[in-house]
């Protein structure tokens, strides 16, 4: 069981917003540590998304969004539109882990 | 061009080992930890383990401890992931990433395949 925790799924019409929790803990997201968050299509490799908790790299649309406040943290997509059908995942380190785990993941379906 | 390229999908039977590769290039090999990470079939992204290639430290994740080794070759910028008996439970798609220290994994390998069957 991941120690960090997503909703296994979120949808949403296109054009509308949709968020994505990642709940954590005192050693990993409480601790300070930045949330990064990942978006995988179908049969591909994970693709970094955001970074440092509201960084995006370039390249990545800015439809895109994300926060951290306490022990959690957030992704927003606004607009919402059928290529965002995917699965989402953050990532933080973990002081107890000595290592970086994932969320549980999210997938998200555009209706 | 930074490129993180893995060895080739993988068909073994149970108790048999392997070693499965991921070459980096385009970067100081040494400057970045390469982490591991299993996808089981339909199921979500495990921080399997890490390795720091300067001075081949690693770190495991509990859930993985014991059951996989994590090295690398710096002259050769590869790192490895190594089972020494296979069980039809590793059956999963493998990923290397690298990263810096606490940070974010800008790039992937584009993953192994390893499929344990009898």
């Known amino acids: 069981q991941s120690v960090l925790t997503q909703p296994p799924s979120v949808s949403g019409a296109p054009g509308q917003r949709v968020t994505i929790s990642c709940t954590g803990s005192s050693s990993n997201i409480g601790a300070g540590y930045d949330v990064h968050w990942y978006q995988q299509l179908p049969g591909t490799a994970p693709k970094l998304l955001i970074y440092g908790n509201n960084n995006r790299p370039s390249g990545v649309p800015d439809r895109f969004s994300g926060s951290k406040s306490g022990t959690s943290a957030s992704l927003a997509i606004t607009g919402l539109q059928a290529e965002d059908e995917a699965d989402y995942y953050c990532q933080s380190y973990d002081s107890s882990l000595s290592g970086p785990p994932f969320g549980t993941g999210t997938k998200v379906t555009v209706l | 061009e930074v490129q993180l390229v893995q060895s080739g999908a993988e068909v073994k039977k149970p108790g048999e080992s392997l070693r499965i590769s991921c070459k980096g290039s385009?970067?100081?090999?040494?400057?970045?930890?390469i982490s591991w990470v299993r996808q089981m079939p339909g199921k979500g992204l495990e921080w399997m383990g890490r390795?720091?290639?300067?001075?081949?430290?690693?770190n495991y994740s509990p859930s993985f401890q014991g059951h996989v080794t994590i090295s690398a070759d710096k002259s050769i910028s590869t790192a490895y992931l190594q089972w020494t008996s296979l069980k039809a439970s590793d059956t999963a798609m493998y990923y290397c990433?690298?990263?810096?220290?606490?940070?974010?994994?800008?790039?992937w390998g584009q993953g192994t395949l390893v499929t344990v069957s009898s």
């Open positions: 390795i720091d290639p300067s001075e081949s430290h690693t």
């Open positions: 990433a690298r990263n810096w220290n606490y940070g974010e994994f800008d790039y």
């Open positions: 385009g970067y100081s090999f040494t400057s970045y930890w």
